[in-house]
Every structure is written in structure tokens, then in C-alpha cells.
């Protein structure tokens, strides 16, 4: 039978069922582009999140040893959230520097510490300790002692660790074996373990530590980590160049010989061609082992 336009009854339902197939297909594809569109959104929106600006903030405290005033650079992670747990990575400059070294500067040792704090979300930390001649002296000691009390003070922190390079690397070694119960695990890279021993910077380390060594030898020991192993409870990380004279690596692996017999957690990176640095490779190595070799709390 044929309709008015002369299609037949057949035809007209057949045209009358793909022009709602066709209808019914749109709205489906706009519904789709829809659904496509949100979740184009939230997905932006999430990258937005995770790619927003770290918050960078040089922060100045009064001392408790000495009531002077002290600084160190804080960066937040991205999305940082303060009633949520975070750890704390701590990295230590070297000799002649100042806070913003392992803040700012393009050495490998420094961007892998802050390229480890970013990966695992961590609250970083770099302070003066005393910048420019530290060497963990004795209120370069009470002032990192003091950041750590206030971070847990001011924020949820479960663990903390410390790191360094040169003097850093030094300074890490002393503090983690002077405060094992305040550190997680500690990275090192080229440092010492022995400043009895150690000959460079002795004008610096003095005024530091508050006289020469043959005048309190005492103190120089006690700021040794070689002398201290059974306080390295915490996973280590070692980096240490074989042709390095301006902090030569032979404590440091003497120190690595006794930790090994006492069957410490430790990665230990020794390159005998290797000089004064550490590439971006070590350094990121030494900081993930210890990072997840660390006891959760």
C-alpha cells in the first residue's frame, strides 16, 4: 500500500525506523561527547592539581641555643594538604654555600634531592645550619634538632630524612649518628666520617666546632660518624668518588666495612675514576634506597 508521497507502507516504516535509529544515534553521540567532555574536565582538573606550583618559602626562626636568628628554605609539595601525613627530606649545602643551594642550584646532587622529595610527595627541607662554614658544629646541631621539633610541631610528618653532599655529606653522617632517633635513613654524598683525620677547612671547622682538634680532640670524635656505627639503626646510602682530594672517601669506607659486618640496610655507590660529585643516577639511587628501605612508623 503507498502513502500520499507514494512510498510504500514497508518503505515508510523503514524509513520511519532509520530516521529514529538516526535521531537515536545523535543523541547518544552528544550524550558520549558529553560524558567526553567531563571527563576531558576532571581529568584537566586533576593534572591541574598535580602539576600546580610548588610553595616555596625562606623561613626565619629564633634560635633556641643562641636567640640568633636562623633560616631555611621549606618547598610544600604539589597539592600539599597540611592535615594530611607527609615526610620530610632535609638536604644539607656544602662548605660556602647557603640554604639555597639544594633549593635552587642545578647540581646533580641537588636536583636529585629535590626531584625525590617531589616524586614522593615529601615536605623539603634545606637549611643554613650555620651557612657558610657548618660542618655540623654544635648549634648547627641544635638548630637542625630545633626544625625537625617544630615540622612535627606544625604539620603531620611521619618520617625524616637527611641528606647532603661535601660538607653536607659530611654534616648528614655526624647528625644521623648523633640523633638515629630522628632520622629514617640518611644519604651521603662525598663526604667524611672522620674530622680527627680530615686536613682541609680546619680554619672553618674550628670556629665550628669551637676550638681546633688537638685542643678538644673530644669533640672532633664525637662529631665523627666513623667512630659511631652502632647508631647507624636507620638504611645508608653512600656515594663516594675514588680520586676525590677534597674530601677523600677513605672513612667513609671504612665506616661502609664496619656497617657491613653488623649487616646494616646500606647502597654504597664507590667510583674509583669518580672525583668530587655525584651524578643524578647516584644520587637518585642512594635517596630511593633509603627511602624505601626506611621502617615505617
Not at 100 to 105: G, L, V, Y
Not at 141 to 155: M, P, Y
Not at 207 to 228: D, H, L
Amino acid at each position: 500500500m503507498n502513502n500520499r508521497h507514494g512510498e510504500s507502507s514497508t518503505d515508510h516504516d523503514v524509513s520511519f525506523f532509520n530516521r529514529c535509529v538516526t535521531l537515536q544515534s545523535a543523541s547518544m553521540f552528544r550524550t558520549i561527547c558529553l560524558l567526553a567532555a567531563l571527563l576531558l574536565s576532571l581529568s584537566a582538573s586533576t593534572r591541574a592539581d598535580e602539576s600546580a606550583p610548588v610553595t616555596t618559602e625562606d623561613i626565619a626562626f629564633k634560635a633556641q641555643c643562641d636567640g640568633s636568628e636562623q633560616r631555611y628554605v621549606r618547598i610544600l609539595p604539589a597539592g600539599f594538604k597540611q592535615d594530611e601525613t607527609h615526610d620530610v627530606l632535609i638536604a644539607l649545602h656544602g662548605h660556602g654555600s647557603d640554604r639555597w643551594q639544594f633549593a635552587r642550584d642545578k647540581l646533580a646532587e641537588c636536583r636529585a634531592a629535590r626531584d625525590a622529595a617531589a616524586r614522593h610527595s615529601m615536605i623539603y627541607i634545606s637549611p643554613d645550619y650555620r651557612a657558610k662554614t657548618s660542618w655540623m658544629g654544635p648549634k648547627a646541631e641544635a638548630d637542625l634538632v630545633q626544625i625537625i621539633a617544630d615540622l612535627k610541631s606544625a604539620n603531620k610528618v611521619s618520617r625524616v630524612f637527611l641528606c647532603g653532599a661535601s660538607m653536607g655529606g659530611t654534616a648528614a653522617l655526624t647528625f644521623a649518628a648523633l640523633h638515629p632517633e630522628l632520622i629514617a635513613g640518611v644519604a651521603s654524598m662525598n663526604g667524611t666520617a672522620n674530622l680527627l683525620e680530615y686536613e682541609n677547612f680546619q680554619d672553618a671547622i674550628a670556629e665550628s666546632f669551637g676550638g681546633p682538634k688537638k685542643a678538644i680532640p673530644a669533640e672532633y670524635k664525637k662529631r665523627s660518624a666513623e667512630y659511631w656505627p652502632e647508631k647507624f639503626t636507620m638504611p645508608v646510602g653512600i656515594a663516594v668518588g675514588g680520586k676525590d682530594k677534597l674530601v677523600p672517601p677513605d672513612s667513609v669506607r671504612r665506616l661502609v666495612k664496619i656497617l657491613e659486618r653488623l649487616e646494616r640496610p646500606m647502597l654504597v655507590l664507590d667510583r674509583p675514576e669518580g672525583g668530587h660529585s655525584t651524578n643524578l643516577e647516584d644520587g637518585t639511587a642512594i635517596l630511593e634506597f633509603v627511602i624505601s628501605k626506611a621502617k615505617q612508623p
